[in-house]
């Protein structure tokens, strides 16, 4: 198929994207310009290099004429050279903030395909107009920030290990609309992005083929002395930006901290005090060693998670735990005399005020075993702190490996 006619697009992937790799390159499939373009650009640097490309199409069911967009959609790819599925919003939607749930809902079910099938990156299709219409959209109040280049997926937990790759932050939409037209491609208009009830739609209107702004530099990743795994210590120098992830990451939570009481942590935090905080919930414990990061126990507790043998799921947020029998996955806290006696003192290594977030199993018997603490035992549990905050703060910055 020859090589794109945006050279900066094969050197985004070259960057980004792990040499020699086979497994699948998830790309969102709308049937829309940006994402056509986006899905013949990644097949053409894709095939020559052995890596499959799986198209994915999500159907929000919000319009009448949905059913038959999303299996355009699908034989489009098809044809094009991908394998193809489609993804389904299925539930009662919001009478209000439509936008943003439809975002989140087409955010996880993407993420969570990509991972199934083996990708660790997930394509998608914004340009330099989708920059410069969510700065107007901010301009009019709305909380959307500026899509990122290379990200980890915003669905948590779906999207824990999935990577979000933007390769054409660079390029304006009607370039890519006419490179199309000049391979007699057409595409799907989608009416709601002309609807003036939405802020996107009012956005686009009001960019109308005006040049957007200069993309901002992406931040570069500050060197960090992180320590631990289920509760984070970092410096007291740390960026507003790494005290907002650890918090997020501690807390196993799916919303970072912003605002007011974040300015207010960081500045408490750089004035050197001795404290204790609690923020989107984490507890924060700040010494002369510097602040430990952890998930505050909240007034209604931590959830109960039932596992099946053989299950795998994620508990709270903060761990994959894996069961080879039924048991039920809850908080420490009140089960600790439980334990058996080589657990209970593995669990003094803890800091004392994070022990009781700690999981443990319970079994059909009403046995205890914590599979952080256990050398051998049925559950097996994956700490997803430390590498999710990692993945948050830069650090991580090329396609992992499998």
Same mark, same amino acid.
Request: positive net charge; hydrophobic residues 50%.
């Given at each position: 198929?020859?090589?794109?006619?945006?050279?900066?697009?094969a050197?985004?992937?070259?960057?980004?994207?792990r040499?020699?790799?086979?497994?699948?390159?998830?790309?969102g499939?709308?049937?829309?310009?940006?994402?056509?373009a986006?899905?013949?650009?990644?097949?053409?640097?894709?095939?020559?290099?052995g890596?499959?490309?799986?198209a994915?199409?999500?159907?929000?069911?919000?319009? %009448? *004429?949905?059913?038959?967009?999303?299996?355009? /959609? @699908?034989?489009?790819a098809?044809?094009?050279? !991908?394998? #193809? $599925?489609? &993804?389904?919003?299925?539930?009662?939607?919001?009478?209000?903030?439509? %936008? *943003?749930?439809?975002?989140?809902a087409?955010? /996880? @079910?993407?993420?969570?395909a990509a991972?199934? !099938?083996g #990708? $660790?990156? &997930?394509?998608?299709?914004?340009?330099?107009?989708?920059?410069?219409?969510? *700065?107007?959209?901010?301009a009019?109040?709305?909380?959307?920030?500026?899509?990122?280049?290379?990200?980890?997926?915003p669905?948590?937990?779906q999207g824990?290990?999935?990577?979000?790759?933007r390769?054409?932050?660079?390029?304006?939409?009607?370039?890519?609309?006419?490179?199309?037209?000049?391979?007699?491609?057409?595409?799907?208009?989608?009416?709601?992005?002309?609807?003036?009830r939405?802020?996107?739609?009012?956005?686009?209107?009001a960019?109308?083929g005006?040049?957007?702004?200069?993309?901002?530099?992406p931040?570069?990743?500050k060197p960090?002395?992180?320590?631990?795994e289920?509760?984070?210590?970092?410096?007291?120098?740390?960026?507003?930006?790494?005290?907002?992830a650890?918090?997020?990451?501690?807390?196993g939570s799916?919303?970072p901290?912003?605002?007011?009481?974040?300015?207010?942590l960081?500045?408490?935090?750089?004035?050197?005090e001795?404290?204790?905080?609690?923020?989107?919930?984490?507890?924060?414990?700040?010494?002369?060693?510097?602040?430990?990061?952890?998930r505050?126990?909240?007034?209604?507790?931590?959830?109960?998670?039932?596992?099946?043998?053989?299950?795998?799921?994620?508990?709270?947020?903060?761990?994959?735990?894996?069961?080879?029998q039924?048991?039920?996955?809850r908080?420490l806290?009140?089960?600790?005399?439980?334990?058996?006696?080589?657990?209970?003192?593995?669990?003094?290594?803890?800091?004392?005020?994070?022990r009781?977030?700690?999981p443990?199993?319970v079994d059909a018997?009403g046995?205890?075993?914590s599979?952080?603490?256990?050398?051998?035992?049925?559950?097996?549990a994956?700490?997803?702190?430390?590498?999710?905050?990692?993945?948050?703060?830069?650090f991580?910055d090329?396609?992992?490996?499998?």
């Open positions: 198929m020859g090589e794109p006619d945006f050279p900066s697009f050197a985004v992937l070259e960057r980004r994207l040499p020699g790799a086979i497994t699948p390159l998830a790309v499939f709308s049937g829309g310009s940006d994402s056509l986006l899905l013949r650009l990644t097949l053409d640097w894709a095939t020559p290099r890596r499959p490309v799986l994915l199409t999500v159907d929000h069911g919000l319009n %009448p *004429a949905s059913n038959a967009w999303t299996a355009d /959609a @699908l034989a489009r098809r044809a094009l050279g !991908a394998d #193809a $599925r489609a &993804l389904h919003w299925i539930g009662d939607k919001p009478s209000t903030g439509l %936008p *943003a749930a439809a975002r989140a087409r955010h /996880a @079910l993407l993420a969570e991972r199934a !099938a #990708a $660790r990156v &997930l394509l998608l299709g914004h340009t330099a107009d989708d920059l410069a219409e969510a *700065a107007l959209m901010r009019e109040g709305s909380t959307v920030s500026d899509p990122r280049d290379w990200a980890p997926s669905a948590w937990p824990r290990g999935v990577f979000v790759l390769p054409l932050l660079g390029v304006r939409r009607q370039a890519l609309r006419a490179w199309l037209a000049a391979r007699g491609e057409t595409w799907l208009e989608d009416p709601a992005n002309s609807d003036p939405y802020a996107r739609a009012r956005a686009r209107v960019l109308d005006a040049a957007p702004p200069s993309p901002a530099k931040e570069v990743a960090l002395a992180v320590e631990g289920h509760a984070l210590r970092l410096p007291r120098d740390a960026s507003a930006a790494q005290v907002a650890a918090c997020l990451c501690a807390a799916s919303v901290p912003r605002g007011d009481r974040l300015a207010r960081v500045e408490r935090l750089r004035g050197g001795a404290f204790v905080a609690t923020l989107a919930g984490a507890r924060i414990v700040a010494d002369a060693a510097g602040a430990l990061f952890g505050e126990a909240g007034r209604e507790g931590l959830p109960d998670l039932v596992l099946a043998a053989g299950e795998t799921a994620v508990w709270d947020g903060r761990y994959a735990v894996t069961a080879t039924l048991v039920t996955i908080a806290g009140g089960l600790a005399a439980r334990l058996p006696a080589e657990e209970r003192l593995a669990l003094k290594n803890f800091p004392a005020a994070f009781p977030m700690l443990v199993a018997a046995q205890a075993s599979p952080v603490l256990a050398r051998d035992s049925a559950v097996r994956r700490v997803l702190i430390r590498e999710r905050f990692e993945a948050a703060c830069g991580i090329q396609e992992p490996a499998t």
